[in-house]
């Protein structure tokens, strides 16, 4: 399977971006979705996931309520809808495919190549 992430960008504290994950080849390996973040000297953490099939998500606590995570069978494309973004959102974010909805990173078998978001004060 091979992930394809865009969408990232320069916004102000405040603003909104949307952030897209294309996915092609064997997608059917991948029941679940997911986005990661990494910012500078942290390890890479869990943003938001969402199954394919039932469209049921999860969120990490710092995003709920602001970030929105859906997806688009037909196109095999799963999107990250974020809004009020925060100067600590700042990172790069992956999107993943996996079998296991797990917060670790390690769990997912499936990576995208990144998208930088930048988050002004």
């Known amino acids: 399977v091979q992930l394809q992430a865009s969408g990232g960008g320069l916004v102000q504290a405040g603003g909104s971006l949307r952030l897209s994950c294309a996915a092609s080849?064997?997608?059917?390996?991948?029941?679940?979705m997911g986005w990661f973040r990494q910012a500078p000297g942290k390890e890479r953490e869990f943003v938001a996931r969402?199954?394919?099939?039932?469209?049921?998500?999860g969120y990490t606590d710092s995003v709920k309520g602001r970030f929105t995570i859906s997806r688009d069978n037909a196109k095999n494309t799963v999107y990250l809808q974020m809004n009020s973004l925060e100067p600590e959102d700042t990172a790069v974010y992956y999107c993943?495919?996996?079998?296991?909805?797990?917060?670790?990173?390690?769990?997912?078998?499936?990576w995208g190549q990144g998208t930088l978001v930048t988050v002004s004060s």
């Open positions: 993943a495919g996996g079998c296991a909805a797990s917060y670790s990173a390690n769990a997912w078998r499936s």
């Open positions: 080849g064997r997608t059917s390996s991948n029941s679940v």
């Open positions: 969402i199954w394919w099939s039932t469209g049921i998500t």
